[in-house]
């Protein structure tokens, strides 16, 4: 692993960051971390006092460097007064608290801690690990890291504005009502238990969620959903995907509305959602078919049925009859418009072309459901 990228490091450095806070020293300074994060203070005037100097670590924090040397068994310092990386938190209650603000934590654990409204702006959170932690309310503003975890905690309500996380993972989680303006969230995992309704919090604090983001966002849960094999989750978000992409990137405004290409986008992405349901939803197949076929069979009964009836009733069982037959392309022959109605026999091959397409849409649609 680089470890001059402040993403990885190599396993000797990770073992020595997790180590120096079981020290007795590590454990003082955690103690008085605690303390001063209590009182609403900040960790900066007790890390500083352990910060080793070393000539590689001019750029401390975009570069961290853990000179090998140092890392002796027993040995406790940090590189710069921010540096938490590796501590461990268990059943803490640091609600409301913000002294941890532009702190590292990377490769920190949080076990069965209270952290409803904590700020975890503005941090590095590569590797860290949330598990049954309640993190209602909490805000993780512009920050983010690589591979970090949250296992059973509880987010609703929380702030993910302008987070970046990549390979995040949220197992058994609570993500109503979060506000996810500006976030990233790539290569994301998420299983069955976790709770994400696919109408997303558009306002917090006086912050809007810009309507251009949504497919973006909607498609990272989109494609967590489909590497977790949960199919009738990602097909939703694919659903509210396309919906919104046609909201916002698709629908014509302004002069958009007499140019060709970008009206036919328009109004081809309309056609797909109503006639099949972007291939994931088979009533909206069914129903197609169903006004497909009532329209059909009205334009026979008004136009005039294949044979001469003695009432309405009859005639508009004869259109239905026909309407079926031709619909599902059986052609028993025992009913057809004489060459006398040359524009009635298009309309019933007309008829009989949409029912073969409406039929080899409802197996696709069913196909691609079962088969996966």
């Known amino acids: 692993m680089n470890t001059r ?33 209590r009182r609403g203070a900040g960790v900066r005037g007790i890390l500083n006092r352990h910060w080793l100097e070393h000539q590689e670590n001019t750029s401390p924090y975009e570069f961290p460097f853990y000179p090998a040397e140092a890392m002796k068994p027993g040995a406790f310092w940090v590189l710069h007064e921010d540096d938490l990386r590796g501590i461990k938190f268990w059943k803490e209650d640091l609600s409301g608290l913000s002294g941890l603000e532009k702190a590292n934590l990377a490769y920190s654990e949080f076990w069965h801690c209270k952290l409803d409204g904590t700020a975890f702006s503005l941090m590095g959170l590569t590797h860290a690990k949330f598990h049954n932690c309640s993190m209602v309310r909490s805000c993780f503003a512009m920050s983010g890291g690589f591979e970090v975890e949250f296992e059973k905690c509880n987010l609703s309500e929380a702030d993910f504005y302008g987070a970046g996380f990549e390979q995040v993972r949220f197992s058994d989680c609570n993500l109503t009502e979060v506000f996810w303006g500006d976030a990233y969230l790539g290569n994301m995992q998420i299983d069955h238990a976790t709770i994400v309704p696919t109408d997303f919090r558009r306002e917090l604090d006086g912050r809007t969620m810009a309507g251009q983001q949504l497919p973006d966002l909607l498609r990272f849960f989109r494609q967590a959903y489909s590497k977790s094999e949960i199919w009738h989750r990602a097909d939703q978000f694919l659903y509210v995907e396309r919906k919104a992409h046609r909201r916002y990137f698709l629908r014509p405004s302004g002069s958009g509305w007499f140019k060709p290409m970008q009206f036919g986008r328009w109004l081809g992405d309309v056609c797909s959602e109503a006639f099949y349901g972007y291939g994931i939803r088979v009533r909206n197949v069914l129903c197609s078919a169903g006004a497909v076929g009532v329209l059909f069979a009205a334009l026979y009964w008004f136009l005039g049925t294949p044979e001469l009836t003695n009432s309405a009733v009859e ?42 397409v409406m039929i080899a849409s409802v197996v696709a649609v069913l196909a691609r459901k079962q088969m996966r």
């Open 5 to 37: 990228e402040g993403a990885e490091f190599d396993l000797r450095t990770v073992r020595f960051l997790r180590d120096r806070w079981e020290t007795d020293e590590g454990q003082r300074v955690q103690e008085e971390v605690l303390e001063n994060l």
């Open 315 to 356: 005639g508009a069982l004869q259109a239905l009859y026909f309407l079926f037959t031709t619909f599902a392309t059986l052609g028993y022959g025992d009913l057809h418009y004489s060459s006398n109605f040359p524009w009635l026999r298009l309309l019933s091959t007309l008829e009989a072309v949409v029912g073969a």
